[in-house]
């Protein structure tokens, strides 16, 4: 508890690095799972015959992926 409330006090006293420091945390794994997630969930929306809504949760596919994909060229693991 005590460390969240200073997770989010430095994130309001520095938003670009408290942001940096909690993308840190989430691995790798979690972006591809959301990715085939958001995939599934438009296939499942074509379907069910409710194609604008497919297409909009299918573009979540590559932004989610291109977010991790552009966390980790910024700050490759150590």
Request: glycine share 8%.
């Amino acid at each position: 508890m005590q460390e969240a409330r200073e997770s989010a006090q430095r994130m309001q006293e520095e938003p670009v690095s408290g942001f940096l420091e909690m993308m840190e945390k989430v691995p790798p794994s979690t972006y591809f799972g959301l990715m085939i997630g958001a995939i599934l969930l438009s296939l499942t929306l074509f379907l069910s015959g409710r194609k604008w809504g497919a297409l909009f949760v299918g573009l979540w596919a590559p932004t989610i992926l291109s977010s991790g994909l552009f966390y980790k060229v910024l700050h490759p693991s150590r």
